[in-house]
Each structure stands twice: as structure tokens, then as C-alpha cells.
């Protein structure tokens, strides 16, 4: 009983520590694209927004012909 419950809790420990290794590990690869000048993906979000916006104001301009 006392060993099942100690398993368990050893287990749930570990899962935790592999989510904890895991956002280290991701956090520093993007800190490693950050560098490299490549874009993340806030960057990509951000330049969708900024398309988007121009796409917006281009729709409200009247067309000169």
C-alpha cells in the first residue's frame, strides 16, 4: 500500500520534472532562434496582424481610375 502510493507520487514527481526540462529546453531554442534573427512565432503572429491591417486600409482607399 505505503509502495504504491510512493510509486505513484514518484511518478507524478517525474512527469512534472519532464514538463519543467521541457519548457527549459523550448525556451532556450527560441531564445536561440531569437538570436540567429530568425522570426518566432509572436513575430509571425505580428507581421499576420500587420498584413492584415494593410490589407484593411487598401480595402477602404477608393480606386482612382
Known sequence: M???I???G???FFL???EVAL???FSVI???LRKDGSPT???YHRLYEESM???RQGSRKPHRR
Do not use: K, S, T
Request: hydrophobic share 50%; proline share 0%; net charge negative.
Open 41 to 43: 512565432g509572436d513575430e
Open 16 to 18: 512534472f520534472l519532464c
Open 30 to 32: 527560441r531564445m536561440c
Open 53 to 55: 491591417e494593410w490589407m
Open 2 to 4: 505505503i509502495e504504491d
Open 10 to 12: 514518484n511518478l507524478i
Open 23 to 25: 519548457q527549459v529546453v
Open 6 to 8: 510512493l510509486y505513484f
